[in-house]
């Protein structure tokens, strides 16, 4: 074998995490020519399973529900009364949070298990590091924003209370309705996307790292560099802990801008 081989051999070994840790086996690699090509990974897997275990959870938890409520039936109402009060009611008051109040329950329970799957081993990443479903549920979610907004206020009322700020003098109109309109109109779903992914996103690289040099470094041949894995898987489960963390939070984030965004449509005066 040629250096030059032997080198190429070292680099194919030993290679650090990159896009290509984000690709993940297609489950139906022996129908490649079939409709079932490139339709069912990993991340599909924890897309579904999010689902069903939401569906079956609360239909385990309310197959019998009683004026006191048993372990399971407490467990789902907390869930659902945690962002009913604290997010929906406390943003938009009792009549408009509780009809608001079953979306945004949803969309942090369905966020917060996707996110889960992060740290789940097999799994390891969350559905949410690919750009295409926080994408989406900020897309669904500024949809409900503007509909609620024209539903109520009318188009152009609804556009004028959003794109000119009160107060200010006439003649800086012509600024301020541009940088209005790209920020209540435009940005809004991008940077409500751009939060969650980009955590999701830096959370599994950051896992990759530590997790995946401990094994290069425990392969390495010295014993020095091979004491050093430990280090390396030491600090792998330490930002395990750390995306927890951030699991939750962002959950919970992309939930309270959602509902402060819905608070601000319907509100007469921004």
């Known amino acids: 074998m040629t250096d030059s081989a032997n080198v190429l051999a070292a680099e194919e070994s030993h290679f650090p995490p990159g896009i290509h840790s984000f ?50 039936q407490w467990l789902a109402e907390s869930a659902y009364g945690f962002i009913r009060n604290t997010v929906s009611i406390d943003l938009m008051g009792k009549k408009d949070g509780v009809r608001f109040a079953p979306y945004l329950a949803t969309l942090f329970l369905f966020i917060l298990v996707m996110n ?53 003098p006439w003649f800086i109109y012509p600024l301020l309705i541009p940088i209005e309109f790209l920020q209540n109109i435009i940005l809004r779903p991008v940077t409500l996307a751009l939060r969650l992914f980009a955590n999701m996103f830096a959370g599994h690289l950051i896992l990759l790292v530590f997790i995946l040099g401990g094994f290069e470094l425990l392969n390495s041949g010295n014993v020095f560099i091979q004491g050093m894995s430990v280090l390396s898987f030491a600090m792998g489960i330490a930002m ?9 939070l962002q959950a919970y984030v992309f939930t309270l801008l959602t509902g402060m965004y819905i608070q601000g449509s319907l509100a007469d005066e921004h």
């Open 240 to 248: 395990t802990g750390f995306e927890l963390i951030v699991i939750l």
């Open 23 to 72: 690709d993940f086996r297609d489950w139906f690699t022996g129908l490649s020519e079939t409709a079932l090509a490139h339709m069912f990974t990993t991340i599909t897997l924890g897309v579904w399973l999010t689902i069903a275990i939401l569906i079956v959870f609360f239909l385990w938890a309310y197959r019998k529900p009683q004026i006191v409520p048993t372990k399971k």
């Open 116 to 168: 889960f799957w992060a740290i789940v081993p097999g799994i390891q990443i969350s559905p949410m590091a690919h750009i295409a479903f926080p994408a989406t549920l900020a897309i669904l979610s500024w949809a409900i924003y503007m509909w609620v907004g024209v539903k109520k206020h009318g188009f152009i009322k609804f556009m004028q209370l959003t794109c000119v700020p009160p107060g200010a």
